[in-house]
């Protein structure tokens, strides 16, 4: 059945990057008695971004302390050698980038065929019309909103005119996929950021930075609730 507006939830995902790693578990365990939606795992290469992150090992780990879905955000240059690994891990989502994706279909196929959701990310430089034509094979497009690589960055502003691009063509097409922000998402802007038309909400130092994850994330979810998406 095709999907309808109905079936777009908003969801948190807070990003791990930003946790504390000593304390992975306790930190995964916290966001989720918090009332996180998803887990964020940021995997980089050193190449595809320049820093370096977690990869395998670290998401059957995960894996084991949480029930939550987990999307493997994999800013990485060769997406297509590990994404059966993400998923025997434990990923139950992959986001792949486009700028390293010649063949989205068949990437999109490759995840399905796996048994996880997939998902197409587009770098703050990137036309969003790289994925736009290939959104019906998608279950989620992921929009960054600073340059991938680290946690704690200024958001563009410009994405919120490309999450609305993409909000409108998808509704112009029937297409309800998850559309996601990712980068300096917090407080103060994830209402503009729902009001653009995103329904998933990454937030790495905007959760993990705070105090009281519990706190911060009713607050973020109270404005998330009461903003209309503008489109
Ligand atoms: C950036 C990562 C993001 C990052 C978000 O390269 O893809 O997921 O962890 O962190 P904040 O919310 O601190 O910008
Ligand atoms: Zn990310």
């Given at each position: 059945?095709?999907?309808?507006?109905?079936?777009?939830?908003?969801?948190?995902?807070?990003?791990?990057?930003?946790?504390?790693?000593?304390?992975?578990?306790?930190?995964?365990?916290?966001?989720?008695?918090?009332?996180?939606?998803?887990?964020?795992?940021?995997?980089?290469?050193?190449?595809?971004?320049?820093?370096?992150?977690?990869?395998?090992?670290?998401?059957?780990?995960?894996?084991?302390?949480?029930?939550?879905?987990?999307?493997?955000?994999?800013?990485?240059?060769?997406?297509?050698?590990?994404?059966?690994?993400?998923?025997?891990?434990?990923?139950?989502?992959?986001?792949?980038?486009?700028e390293v994706c010649p063949d989205i279909?068949?990437?999109?196929?490759?995840?399905?065929?796996?048994?996880?959701?997939?998902?197409?990310?587009?770098?703050?430089?990137?036309?969003?019309?790289?994925?736009?034509?290939?959104?019906e094979h998608l279950d989620m497009s992921l929009v960054?909103?600073?340059?991938?690589?680290?946690?704690?960055?200024?958001?563009?502003?410009?994405?919120?005119?490309?999450?609305?691009?993409?909000?409108?063509?998808?509704?112009?097409?029937?297409?309800?996929?998850?559309?996601?922000?990712?980068?300096?998402?917090?407080?103060?802007?994830?209402?503009?950021?729902?009001?653009?038309?995103?329904?998933?909400?990454?937030?790495?130092?905007?959760?993990?930075?705070?105090?009281?994850?519990?706190?911060?994330?009713?607050?973020?979810?109270?404005?998330?609730?009461?903003?209309?998406?503008?489109?």
């Amino acid at each position: 059945m095709a999907p309808s507006a109905e079936d777009i939830h908003d969801k948190l995902a807070p990003s791990i990057l930003s946790a504390d790693f000593a304390r992975l578990g306790e930190e995964i365990r916290a966001v989720e008695r918090a009332g996180a939606d998803m887990i964020h795992f940021d995997v980089m290469d050193g190449h595809f971004v320049p820093n370096i992150s977690i990869g395998i090992p670290v998401m059957e780990s995960v894996r084991k302390v949480t029930r939550l879905p987990i999307d493997a955000h994999l800013m990485i240059s060769e997406p297509a050698r590990y994404v059966e690994a993400f998923v025997k891990a434990g990923a139950n989502s992959i986001s792949v980038h486009c700028e390293v994706c010649p063949d989205i279909p068949a990437m999109a196929r490759r995840i399905h065929d796996l048994g996880a959701r997939a998902s197409i990310g587009i770098n703050p430089e990137t036309d969003a019309d790289k994925v736009l034509p290939f959104a019906e094979h998608l279950d989620m497009s992921l929009v960054m909103s600073v340059h991938p690589g680290f946690g704690g960055q200024e958001f563009i502003p410009a994405a919120l005119d490309k999450l609305r691009y993409i909000r409108r063509e998808l509704k112009r097409r029937g297409l309800s996929i998850d559309v996601e922000i990712d980068g300096g998402v917090k407080l103060d802007n994830i209402a503009d950021v729902k009001a653009a038309g995103a329904n998933v909400f990454v937030s790495g130092s905007g959760i993990f930075g705070k105090p009281d994850y519990g706190k911060i994330m009713n607050e973020m979810r109270e404005l998330v609730v009461h903003t209309p998406s503008k489109l």
